[in-house]
């Protein structure tokens, strides 16, 4: 394993340290994500770890996690998470966050604001003064072109997400913003007819950030 998926990885455990017995799960989506589910199928397994449920918040989740062994629920059934544990493709110093680059950030939103505790999982990579991840927006076919305008009218380039449908059927924009004021603009954008949700994440913000390090360290980042 390189140093990179190591600092992955190593984040991803030290998240089960705020994994209690009973507790319902959100499990978010991606490579760094992957590392956590593994873990927790792992401490399931050897019993470590009782009554836990899991809500995935993709289908690619839910069918690894299935794998591994972990008991899954859906929103229907238990609409309050415990705590919901997500990767993210850019975090700022205030922890806004962006999302979306699996293209699951509609779902991971809901999961999140679901949640009582949130904690993301990031390599050093993530971590950034300046957003500059072109932003996720989640987008039904029959609205692209009309989205497609009103996000340019507000300076954004969208770009369309060659082959890729949301596990809704939606398409996505990776939409490019010079600047982006992370409250306004997740507002803004969500305001565009067609728009389903967006990869910004401000106002449902983690509480805890941890961190992986190519050098082996981790840090845990608390909200203040
Ligand atoms: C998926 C996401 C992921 O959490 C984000 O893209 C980070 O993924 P990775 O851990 O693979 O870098 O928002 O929609």
Same mark, same amino acid.
């Given at each position: 394993?390189?140093?990179?998926?190591?600092?992955? &990885? @190593?984040? /991803?455990?030290?998240?089960?340290? #705020? !994994?209690?017995?009973?507790?319902?799960?959100? +499990?978010?989506?991606?490579? $760094?994500?992957?590392?956590?589910?593994?873990?927790?199928?792992?401490?399931?397994?050897?019993?470590?770890?009782?009554?836990?449920?899991?809500?995935?918040?993709?289908?690619?989740?839910?069918?690894?996690?299935?794998?591994?062994?972990?008991?899954?629920?859906?929103?229907?059934?238990?609409?309050?998470?415990?705590?919901?544990?997500?990767?993210?493709?850019?975090?700022?110093?205030?922890?806004?966050?962006?999302?979306?680059?699996?293209?699951?950030?509609?779902?991971? &939103? @809901?999961? /999140?604001?679901?949640?009582?505790? #949130? !904690?993301?999982?990031?390599?050093?990579?993530? +971590?950034?003064?300046?957003? $500059?991840?072109?932003?996720?927006?989640?987008?039904?076919?029959?609205?692209?072109?009309?989205?497609?305008?009103?996000?340019?009218?507000?300076?954004?380039?969208?770009?369309?997400?060659?082959?890729?449908?949301?596990?809704?059927?939606?398409?996505?924009?990776?939409?490019?913003?010079?600047?982006?004021?992370?409250?306004?603009?997740?507002?803004?954008?969500?305001?565009?007819?067609?728009?389903?949700?967006?990869?910004?994440?401000?106002?449902?913000?983690?509480?805890?950030?941890?961190?992986?390090?190519?050098?082996?360290?981790?840090?845990?980042?608390?909200?203040?």
């Amino acid at each position: 394993m390189n140093n990179l998926e190591n600092a992955k &990885k @190593i984040a /991803a455990e030290k998240a089960l340290d #705020f !994994v209690e017995n009973g507790m319902v799960l959100g +499990l978010g989506t991606g490579s $760094t994500v992957k590392y956590f589910l593994e873990a927790l199928g792992r401490e399931i397994k050897g019993g470590n770890l009782k009554e836990v449920i899991g809500i995935p918040s993709s289908k690619n989740t839910e069918r690894i996690s299935r794998e591994l062994g972990i008991p899954l629920a859906t929103l229907d059934e238990y609409h309050e998470i415990d705590l919901d544990v997500d990767g993210a493709d850019e975090v700022d110093e205030k922890f806004n966050l962006i999302k979306g680059g699996g293209g699951a950030h509609t779902r991971e &939103k @809901i999961v /999140a604001t679901a949640s009582k505790k #949130f !904690v993301v999982i990031v390599d050093e990579r993530k +971590l950034v003064g300046k957003f $500059t991840f072109p932003v996720p927006v989640e987008v039904l076919k029959f609205s692209k072109k009309l989205v497609e305008d009103q996000l340019r009218e507000m300076g954004g380039v969208p770009k369309l997400r060659e082959n890729f449908l949301t596990d809704e059927g939606n398409i996505i924009l990776d939409t490019k913003f010079l600047v982006i004021q992370a409250e306004k603009l997740e507002v803004r954008i969500n305001e565009i007819s067609g728009v389903l949700e967006n990869g910004i994440f401000s106002r449902r913000k983690p509480e805890k950030v941890v961190v992986g390090y190519r050098d082996g360290k981790v840090k845990v980042m608390e909200r203040k």
